[in-house]
């Protein structure tokens, strides 16, 4: 199993629908967890991290964190043609707290 | 926010030579730096990590002589690709955090391009 899942997709949603990426991860310590989005041809931007379990809601971005099924998404509320990028899922490895094992990454394709 | 500045954004380079890639910290100091390799429609693969002031530590299956990493100041880090091939071009992206607190997210530099011809 790898240690971080994610879905390639690509995900298609028309604009101003909400688009859910969904992460499984298999470290059961991991304590942070972290959504980047990357333009193609582009490094990777910080959109979301979560600690906890539940909600945490920044803009149109809601990141779901579930500990007890080591599940974390992100869902995009409104979705925009810009939005349109491969979504990053990122767990830290073991105790050590910055380094960040990455998911596969979710391609999104929003169509207007 | 927390700037990573990366350089050069590309370069190419005939096979054989060996190329630098500079990453540096603008508005903060970093005792840790993360190198990562991207290939085409692939994800990120994390490459060494860079201390200050000691060696780096390098992931398994990477050569540490092959991809040379000096972090000689909390502001900068180096990596150099040495006798590069064909094989070596892809997308090379440093990444520091942003304070030195356990779970402190990773800033990412805006990669270098390297192709090797």
């Known amino acids: 199993q790898k240690e971080v899942e994610q879905n390639s997709g690509p995900l298609s949603v028309p604009e101003g629908a909400i688009a859910s990426l969904n992460c499984t991860y298999s470290?059961?310590?991991?304590?942070?967890f972290f959504w980047y989005r990357q333009y193609s041809g582009k490094s990777p931007e910080l959109i979301m991290s979560?600690?906890?379990?539940g909600d945490k809601e920044d803009g149109r971005f809601t990141a779901q964190l579930n500990k007890a099924s080591q599940y974390v998404s992100l869902l995009i509320r409104d979705s925009q043609p810009s939005d349109s990028a491969t979504y990053l899922c990122?767990?830290?490895?073991?105790?050590?707290?910055?380094?960040?094992?990455f998911g596969g990454g979710t391609r999104l394709m929003v169509k207007p | 926010g927390a700037v990573v500045s990366q350089h050069p954004s590309r370069v190419i380079c005939k096979s054989g030579t060996s190329v630098k890639i500079e990453c540096r910290s603008l508005?903060?100091?970093?005792?840790?730096m993360f190198w990562y390799r991207q290939f085409p429609k692939k994800s990120l693969m994390l490459m060494a990590t860079?201390?200050?002031?000691?060696?780096?530590?390098?992931e398994q299956g990477v050569e540490k002589d092959k991809f040379l990493i000096n972090h000689a100041s909390l502001t900068l880090s180096t990596l150099t690709v040495t006798s590069a091939h064909p094989e070596d071009s892809s997308f090379y992206i440093c990444?520091?955090?942003?304070?030195?607190?356990?779970?402190?997210?990773?800033?990412f530099g805006n990669g270098t391009r390297l192709t090797v011809t």
């Open positions: 990444s520091a955090p942003s304070d030195n607190s356990y779970n402190s997210p990773l800033h």
């Open positions: 979560i600690y906890s379990n």
């Open positions: 860079s201390n200050e002031g000691s060696k780096a530590t390098y």
């Open positions: 508005d903060f100091q970093a005792t840790t």
């Open positions: 990122a767990v830290p490895r073991g105790n050590a707290g910055n380094m960040l094992t």
């Open positions: 470290d059961r310590v991991s304590q942070s």
